[in-house]
């Protein structure tokens, strides 16, 4: 199995709500990624866990909590979020440590995020 | 970190070669260069990567010039499943590396039938 599958495809949610994103690997990758992508641009990394454990997080603001349940298990958690947060959300792995420069990240298709 | 220059778009025919170049002049000796693709409504995939020497898997062949200030990867026969967003990547090999992939603006391939 080599695929990361992210759920749900799509979200739709009010600034008030609460709402999370996931992602899941079973490719025994210890390396899980979150980026955001807007419209017509590249993607941009959020966070990196390495072994469970925030490694990276990109000046992200506190709406976003992410989590790393287990090693097969990234979420995204979403909370009092604007309309400029509405993106592509991907979710990516990677064998052993985040930092291996020789190792390809998987990525998966992504969550298409729009907040009214 | 070192940046990648590519240009914005290109076009190719349908089961012709496509060379899809990368500049980048500042390139350390640690760094590897790596290509990733993204289609229409889809996640990035990985592509092929290398060091100093080419490099061909099953999707593509990677020719890094001598002095690796650039590179070009090659698609050998284009389909119109090839049309997407190429993006040439640099990875540093330090102790810092966070494993953040630094995406450029890539080059946007289109395949006519």
């Known amino acids: 199995d080599t695929e990361v599958t992210q759920t749900p495809k799509h979200l739709v949610m009010g600034m008030t709500n609460k709402k999370s994103l996931k992602c899941e690997q079973h490719?025994?990758?210890?390396?899980m990624y979150w980026y955001k992508q807007k419209a017509k641009k590249p993607p941009e990394l959020m966070f990196v866990?390495?072994?469970?454990?925030?490694?990276i997080n990109e000046s992200v603001p506190s709406r976003f909590s992410p989590e790393c349940p287990n090693s097969s298990l990234l979420n995204l958690h979403l909370h009092a979020l604007q309309p400029e947060d509405s993106a592509l959300y991907l979710c990516?792995?990677?064998?052993?440590?985040?930092?291996?420069?020789?190792?390809?990240?998987?990525f998966g298709p992504g969550t298409r995020l729009t907040v009214l | 970190d070192a940046k990648t220059t590519q240009p914005n778009s290109m076009e190719s025919n349908e089961e012709e070669p496509v060379h899809l170049p990368c500049n980048h002049s500042t390139i350390s000796g640690t760094d590897y260069i790596h290509w990733y693709r993204q289609l229409p409504s889809q996640g990035p995939e990985y592509v092929i990567h290398g060091l100093t020497s080419n490099v061909n898997n099953r999707m593509a062949s990677l020719a890094i010039a001598e002095d690796r200030k650039s590179s070009t990867l090659i698609l050998h026969r284009a389909t119109l499943r090839d049309a997407a967003v190429y993006y040439c990547?640099?990875?540093?090999?330090?102790?810092?590396?966070?494993?953040?992939?630094?995406f450029g603006q890539g080059t946007t391939l289109q395949v006519k039938p």
């Open positions: 866990y390495s072994y469970e454990k925030l490694s």
């Open positions: 990547i640099l990875r540093p090999f330090y102790s810092g590396n966070t494993g953040k992939l630094i």
């Open positions: 990516a792995s990677s064998q052993g440590l985040a930092g291996r420069p020789y190792n390809e990240q998987f």
């Open positions: 490719m025994g990758h210890r390396a």
